[in-house]
């Protein structure tokens, strides 16, 4: 039986932590079947338990912009791991990827280390609020920016995929802080505001949604919320866990050429190690513990292995600028590959791509927000999945989510691919 290492493995798991996994959408509840334990990865591949081989477009949700085992952060981690793993102190290193990283971002002056994307939006958050001295946000359905409770109210990812987008355990008086509104309607974000006059502190979002498959911004869209931003003192926060490092050297704001006041990160700033950051100008960030009164800490933030896998990541991305532009073009291989083999089957679908952000509804309903992309026929998809993955092809486990193109994926890879969707497509 081709999964059957990791079909006991997963029954072993279950035993001890809850649903057997430490991240739900790793538990395939949304396809079924038995999730895949990996053993190994290197490049573009994964190897599992029973030693099957995968074309990976997960990519661990997003770090892995060059690959698995990438030479020179694995290179990194091994030199730094021999002086010790944590000091609890400040250490040069820390210094080094926080200047590289605001060299490369437009718009940011300081920049907090953390160690989770979910961190660097619940921090994002209380700045702006301690900063405007106002207490509302307003989310979008189906952005998803970590498990915080403020940001589980309509949240996409496997908080959608399981159903709970309002999770039990997230208290009223949090959630009556969070209003909610659709993505890509700038004229319903706009009477939300109108309507909540001074009390919001900040709007944030991913400025390209990779929670409910991807979801570009409409044209217009970003630089309305800017406008609307400016005219109410709100504080734009761009959650680019999964754009920033991927869509540009500076992320959403450089790719939409749009300001935000306060920045996420997550994924590939770590390379692979759990990082999360979060970035403002000087008149914001200052307003951070001890030089302001704003509260964030953390024991392992800024810890050296991971700063040195961050560091070794960010420098090899200044090393090759043209990184982007390839993964841009890899995946434009990619969406026209599937484009035409999908177009010989009988299901309508939907794909929606930014730079190496990709994914595909089994709809003909353009998605633009949560409710168009929840017309997708998951039952399709989650054939597809399987399909897929039974022929050595890894994609997300959801419908809801963006797959992730890394620099590793090459144009055999591209086309090994496309050939077992045309397979599907033909089925
Ligand atoms: N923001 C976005 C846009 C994300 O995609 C994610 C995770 N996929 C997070 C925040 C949370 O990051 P983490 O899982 O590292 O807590």
Redesign the pocket.
């Known amino acids: 039986m081709r999964y059957q290492r990791s079909s006991a493995l997963f029954t072993e798991a279950g035993q001890y932590i809850p649903g057997g996994v430490n ?1 739900p959408v790793r538990a395939f509840k949304a396809v079924g079947g038995t999730p895949v334990f990996m053993k190994s990865a290197k490049g573009a591949y994964l190897f599992d338990e029973d030693n099957n081989q995968y074309i990976d477009y997960i990519n661990s ?2 770090p892995l912009i060059l690959g698995h085992a990438n030479e020179a952060v694995e290179k990194a981690i091994i030199h730094r791991v021999k002086s010790g793993t944590t000091f609890g102190t400040p250490t040069a290193l820390e210094t080094e990827i926080a200047s590289l990283a605001v060299s490369m971002v437009p718009n940011i002056d300081k920049i907090r280390f953390v ?7 619940m921090s994002a958050v209380r700045l702006a609020r301690g900063f405007t001295k106002r207490d509302k946000i307003i989310k979008y359905a189906g ?5 915080s409770d403020s ?1 589980l109210i309509k949240a ?2 496997g908080a959608l995929t399981f159903g709970s987008p309002n999770s039990p355990g997230v208290t009223e008086g949090t959630a009556k802080d969070t209003l909610l509104a659709k993505y890509n309607d700038l004229d319903e974000t706009t009477q939300i505001v109108n309507a909540n006059p001074d009390s919001i502190a900040a709007i944030i979002l ?1 400025p390209v ?3 409910m498959g991807c979801v570009p911004p409409e044209q217009g869209f970003l630089k309305g919320l800017r406008e609307l931003c400016d005219a109410h003192g709100i504080l734009l926060i761009f ?5 920033g490092f991927r869509l540009a050297r500076g992320g959403a704001q450089e790719l939409f050429g749009i300001k935000a006041d306060i920045v ?1 990160f ?2 590939v700033i770590g390379g692979g190690l ?1 990082v ?1 950051a979060f970035a403002a100008r000087n008149e914001i960030m200052d307003y951070l513990a001890p030089s302001g009164p704003v509260y964030q800490a953390g024991t392992l933030s800024g810890n050296p292995i991971a700063m040195a896998a961050g560091l070794a990541m960010l420098k090899s991305l200044e090393a090759d600028r043209s990184v982007f532009e390839r993964l841009d073009q890899k995946t434009a291989r990619l969406e026209s590959g599937i484009r035409s083999v999908l177009s010989c089957g009988s299901e309508p679908f939907t794909i929606n791509r930014c730079g190496s952000m990709i994914s595909v509804h089994f709809s003909d309903t353009p998605v633009v927000d949560l409710d168009t992309a929840s017309v997708a026929a998951t039952n399709t998809f989650n054939e597809f999945f399987h399909f897929l993955l039974d022929r050595g092809v890894y994609i997300a486990p959801s419908a809801y989510e963006t797959w992730f193109i890394c620099d590793a994926l090459s144009d055999a890879d591209i086309d090994r691919t496309i050939e077992v969707i045309s397979a599907f497509a033909k089925r």
């Open positions: 991240s949700w997003g160690n989770s994307g979910t961190e660097a939006c952005c998803y920016h970590g498990h940001f996409g990812s991913e949604a990779g929670n959650d680019e866990v999964m754009t996420a997550g994924k759990p999360g």
